[in-house]
């Protein structure tokens, strides 16, 4: 993908600040932080987001963020982690190339990755079970 800015990121055709490279992936320092030492895993192929990345790349990419997130909960240090990984402009996707958010979090950092809890009805529990019934039937 000629204008995508990740591509460009992941292939070092622009520089970043990388924490951890191998032959898939780039993992880079966020440039909008929200919290400190916020990084990026950016697959060097393009995909999208998660419905197009093959199973066996995103089983590696989580395979990265567990090498990442283990090492450097003690160097930096944190008191926990938050993975995300956004699909779509609903979600708050803004890059439409494939990417994990590995998010440190401190105590009381009041980063806001969070919600807050609704209530599953019996209505919507039926609705949902019903609309991925293909799931238990190909599985
Ligand atoms: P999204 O909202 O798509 O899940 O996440 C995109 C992330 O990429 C944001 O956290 C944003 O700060 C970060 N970002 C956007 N452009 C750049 C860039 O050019 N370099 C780096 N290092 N991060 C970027
Ligand atoms: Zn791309």
């Not at 990345?53 to 909960?73: F, G, N, R, S």
């Not at 982690?81 to 779509?88: A, D, F, H, R, T």
């Amino acid at each position: 993908m000629s204008d995508c800015i990740f591509c460009k990121i992941a292939a070092g055709e622009i520089p970043s600040a990388t924490l951890y490279e191998d032959d898939d992936f780039r993992v880079i320092l966020d440039l909008g932080p929200a919290t400190r030492g916020h990084a990026l895993i950016l697959p060097k192929q393009h995909y999208a987001n998660l419905y197009e990345i093959p199973d066996e790349l995103a089983a590696k990419a989580i395979q990265t963020a567990k090498k990442v997130t283990t090492v450097m909960k003690d160097a930096l240090p944190c008191d926990g982690y938050n993975i995300v990984q956004n699909n779509g402009e609903a979600a708050g996707q803004t890059v439409f190339h494939f990417h994990i958010h590995l998010i440190p979090r401190y105590r009381d950092d009041h980063a806001g990755v969070s919600w807050k809890p609704g209530t599953l009805t019996d209505e919507d529990r039926d609705a949902i079970l019903e609309a991925g019934k293909s799931l238990r039937e190909n599985s």
